[in-house]
């Protein structure tokens, strides 16, 4: 088997996964500055952290694994020849996008409300840094699902899908980092 035939069996195009790995780095150094960070001050970080509204962002952990499985389920249709099923999954992957957004911009609300900002202290700098990129790339994604969806081919379907899958688990990361350590 030579490496050509390795990528072949990757879902989507070749270069999403360039994308893909590039942005998972990106985020990971996030992740390690701020884990890098928090050893310094362990106390602040604690006190910090209890500000945030966990039962929100366990919500939005929901709303994001969910929205991922209805973009799977969006690949099969394609796969399938199911146009309208697509549309359907995708737009509802799409609306829960949205909620996630929705439900970010008011746990952000919150914490300007209350005087809290990048300022405050270096959690809240991490915090509004990784979660306002990782939030830019939900409405990245939701604009991808929406292209993909009017394309309606299965490989186009299955590359926006990968990028949306990446969304979705770079969540899957910043939840416990950020809001259960």
């Known amino acids: 088997m030579s490496d050509t035939d390795a990528f072949d069996d990757l879902p989507g195009d070749l270069m999403i996964w360039v994308l893909i790995v590039s942005e998972l ?47 799977a389920l969006g690949v099969q249709a ?9 549309r359907l999954c995708l737009a509802a992957a799409s609306a829960l996008g949205v909620v996630f957004l929705i439900l970010k911009a008011s746990e952000y ?20 840094l990784l979660t ?7 409405m ?23 990028f949306w899958h990446m969304v979705d688990l770079v969540w899957v990361l910043l939840f416990p980092v950020i809001y259960l350590l």
């Open 25 to 71: 780095l990106v985020f990971g150094a996030g992740l390690l500055a701020f884990l890098a960070v928090r050893l310094t001050d362990p106390a602040g970080f604690g006190l910090a952290q209890g500000q945030l509204h966990r039962t929100g962002a366990g919500v939005n952990t929901i709303v994001l694994v969910t929205s991922g499985w209805l973009a």
């Open 132 to 138: 306002g990129f990782h939030a830019a790339h939900v």
């Open 140 to 162: 990245a994604g939701i604009l991808v699902l929406a292209l993909v969806a009017s394309l309606a081919r299965p490989r186009a379907v299955e590359t926006g899908v990968a």
């Open 109 to 128: 609300r919150d914490l300007f409300a209350r005087g809290i900002g990048t300022q405050t202290h270096p959690f809240f700098t991490f915090h509004l």
């Open 78 to 86: 394609a796969e399938a020849g199911r146009v309208l099923r697509l």
